[in-house]
């Protein structure tokens, strides 16, 4: 890396750790010391009228303006401090509207920028001391705010070393409450809330803040209906490229509050979503983006790199760690590259497409071209408006089959894939790499193939090339971002015979007795993954026929499809007769359809699997959801659903598809989700003891245990042996 990466490679600090006794007095003046140091201008004003005038000098600076009286007293009260506005408009201005419109006395117009996010360097930094605000329900005095061109960007609150950081956090919500509304209500401009108590130091993004005060409050946010992530829990820690966590305040100053990582996070590295949310990058996402778009660069110099396995290379972020914004902001800022023509993020599967298509549109509407067939791709790829295209890998090696010509072969081209690791993979790969002359290939995966787990098909690195960045599972759970999970084994019914009907039905029954249990009662909901498409159909029956009490559904693929057919997920096991799969699914949609008023047929199968996919989310307070899912294949890599905390397994997993199917149970939440259940009928304990081993680059048995939680009798056994020697 570069002096200027966000991400410092790796941080040393220049002393031991500061552990000793240190009131919030003494750590709000080292910080501002540090700050100082850092090319930070202290700033003393003690009322919001000497705020403003600061504000406006600010302004003037930045955009070589003088502004009169009237001009000033217009732009900032219909402006910046417009009476209707509230936190996510201001949200906005900073995000995405930054250039606002002077209307000048003498008739002409001036853009004003708030904050320059072309060069960065040109805004100011300026730290303000104990502001006080007297104009809220209560006195409220800040302890640290960090002004970029006069506005209140970042917040930070501090407590003395020993108080849990948890009261800072706290502290925030009263200040949201009382005062940040009060007098112009500059302070909702605020972007970042930073907590410490000098040893732990966490960032979070206003909207996490913003929408936990309302649903402690009862009330729904802006945006979205119900609790979610917008609570302590999704605070994040910062790190070096080496994922070793930067925890305490001096380090956290001096990397994080850096000038140029300060800037850049609040200027590339924050997506402002159509739900208004405000996402902060974390720091392993920031480093990947950033080495990704630094082989661009290079490659800007030394063309003669494209179209090889130099010029590209792959990020191994865990899966359920937030790839997919990555991928997202990746594609974003290298389609606004000098030299790059098109940005093409490519999946393996339609459902994935899908996915994709909705997360890319909610972090920014109208972001991406999606299309729904070859021809659509065709025009896409000969528009120079269409900068970031989204489609299968299917769609591009037909668009190459069909056109063994075209202007698109001969532009510089990044292409992106995400957990392409299909068998046909390989023939789709060299088509590519053959006829786009001058492209980039990177890859995103959770699961990279190594020796061990490719079977004949080749490696990560040997169709992309180097590893550019790695977060680990291991990482991601020690950093609290993902879940570990608890494996139990089913003791019951081990008939060899796993399409015996007495088996099946009595793991059916079990999955209904315990089902409540596993599910705190159905707040969350729970995935059966098994063998076969004959095995789900048998099992579907089984359950229909014990009349459960919860609403059970399922999805498999019933066409001949090369691109649904996978020997390890067992998608291409289906009947010899596709019309009695197909008339086997059409039963399943009816039952569905009468469970929900629904009127779904196999032939609009793709509307019936995104009705699942947003049932299986439970994200909508009017649509009913589905509390039981069972899949041979589907929704066990990609599918992303922070209620899912269990899976159910009677299907021989191993290495990237056993921990891509485990992962679907393991998205944070909130306090009562601990960890992601599994629950085996097979015995897989030799396949997730290897998939862990593998994935987590870790030979130490005790390095598994934050992954795999040891089963409750283990621990009740170590808990009496201790009893008893005490």
């Not at 790695?470 to 999970?485: P, Q, S, T």
């Not at 039905?505 to 969350?524: C, H, M, P, R, V």
Request: proline share 2%; net charge negative; glycine share 6%.
């Amino acid at each position: 890396e570069g002096a200027e990466s966000t991400v410092v490679a790796e941080y040393e600090p220049s002393h031991g750790r500061e552990t000793a006794y240190q009131s919030e007095a003494d750590l709000e003046e080292e910080l501002l010391r540090i700050l100082e140091s850092q090319g930070y201008e202290r700033l003393s004003a003690h009322t919001e009228s000497e705020l403003i005038a600061n504000l406006r000098t600010q302004l003037e600076k930045l955009n070589d303006v003088r502004f009169t009286d009237n001009e000033w007293s217009h732009f900032f009260h219909e402006v910046i401090a417009s009476s209707t506005a509230g936190i996510e408009d201001k949200t906005r201005l900073i995000q995405e509207d930054n250039i606002q419109i002077l209307n000048r006395d003498d008739g002409t117009t001036k853009n004003i920028r708030l904050i320059d996010k072309v060069h960065v360097h040109s805004n100011r930094l300026q730290v303000l001391h104990q502001f006080e605000e007297e104009g809220g329900s209560h006195p409220t005095r800040y302890d640290v705010t960090i002004l970029v061109n006069g506005l209140p960007l970042v917040q930070i609150e501090l407590k003395r070393r020993g108080v849990a950081i948890k009261e800072a956090f706290n502290q925030i919500n009263r200040y949201q409450r009382d005062s940040f509304w009060a007098g112009s209500g500059l302070y909702e401009y605020a972007q970042i809330f930073i907590i410490s108590n000098g040893t732990h130091t966490k960032y979070y993004s206003n909207t996490t803040r913003f929408k936990h005060i309302h649903e402690m409050e009862g009330r729904p946010a802006t945006g979205r209906s119900q609790k979610s992530s917008d609570s302590f829990e999704f605070t994040s820690w910062w790190a070096d490229g080496r994922n070793h966590v930067i925890a305490d305040l001096t380090g956290f100053a001096r990397t994080f509050l850096a000038r140029h990582t300060l800037l850049n996070i609040l200027t590339r590295y924050c997506v402002f979503t159509a739900e208004h949310d405000l996402l902060v990058m974390r720091p392993y996402q920031i480093a990947a983006t950033e080495r990704i778009l630094n082989r661009i660069l290079i490659s800007e110099y030394d063309p003669k790199k494209l179209g090889t396995p130099d010029a590209g290379g792959y990020v191994w972020h865990t899966t359920g760690s937030g790839k997919t914004l990555t991928s997202f902001k990746t594609a974003q800022l290298a389609s606004n590259m000098d030299g790059v023509d098109k940005v093409l993020f490519v999946v393996d599967r339609k459902d994935l497409d899908y996915q994709t298509i909705k997360e890319y549109e909610r972090f920014k509407k109208g972001a991406v071209n999606s299309n729904k067939s070859t021809k659509v791709l065709a025009d896409q790829l000969a528009s120079p408006d269409a900068k970031i295209i989204v489609t299968t890998i299917q769609k591009l090696s037909s668009f190459i089959r069909g056109n063994p010509k075209h202007d698109v072969y001969a532009q510089h081209v990044v292409l992106i894939f995400d957990e392409c690791h299909r068998s046909q993979f390989g023939e789709s790969h060299k088509n590519i790499v053959n006829f786009f002359k001058n492209h980039q290939i990177f890859g995103f995966t959770g699961t990279p193939i190594f020796v061990e787990n490719a079977k004949q098909d080749k490696t990560t690195k040997e169709i992309f090339g180097e590893c550019l960045h790695k977060y680990l599972i291991k990482d991601a759970i020690a950093d609290e971002n993902v879940l570990g999970f608890l494996v139990e084994y089913y003791q019951g019914q081990q008939d060899v015979d796993t399409m015996s009907p007495k088996r099946m039905k009595e793991i059916a029954q079990f999955i209904l007795n315990n089902y409540d249990k596993s599910t705190f009662d159905g707040e969350f909901n729970a995935l059966f993954a098994v063998q076969s498409v004959p095995m789900l159909i048998d099992y579907y029956k089984i359950f229909k026929s014990l009349n459960p009490d919860i609403k059970i559904g399922a999805v498999f693929t019933y066409a001949a499809n090369e691109s649904q057919d996978d020997d390890k997920t067992g998608m291409g096991q289906g009947f010899d007769d596709d019309k009695v799969t197909a008339d086997e699914l059409q039963l399943i949609i009816d039952d569905y359809n009468n469970m929900f008023g629904t009127a779904f047929s196999t032939d609009n199968f793709s509307a019936y699997y995104d009705d699942v996919n947003e049932r299986m989310k439970k994200r909508k307070k009017d649509m009913e959801p589905l509390d039981l899912l069972l899949v041979v294949g589907m929704f066990l890599t990609g599918f992303d659903a922070k209620k899912l905390n269990t899976l159910y397994v009677d299907k021989n997993l191993e290495y990237h598809g056993l921990l891509q199917a485990f992962s679907r149970t393991n998205r944070v939440l909130n306090e009562k989700k601990r960890f992601g259940k599994i629950m085996c009928f097979r015995d897989l304990k030799e396949n997730v003891d290897a998939a862990v081993k593998l994935f987590s680059k870790d030979d130490n048995k005790e390095e598994f245990e934050p992954i795999i939680r040891p089963p409750f009798k283990e621990v009740r056994k170590e808990l009496n042996e201790k009893m008893i020697a005490f």
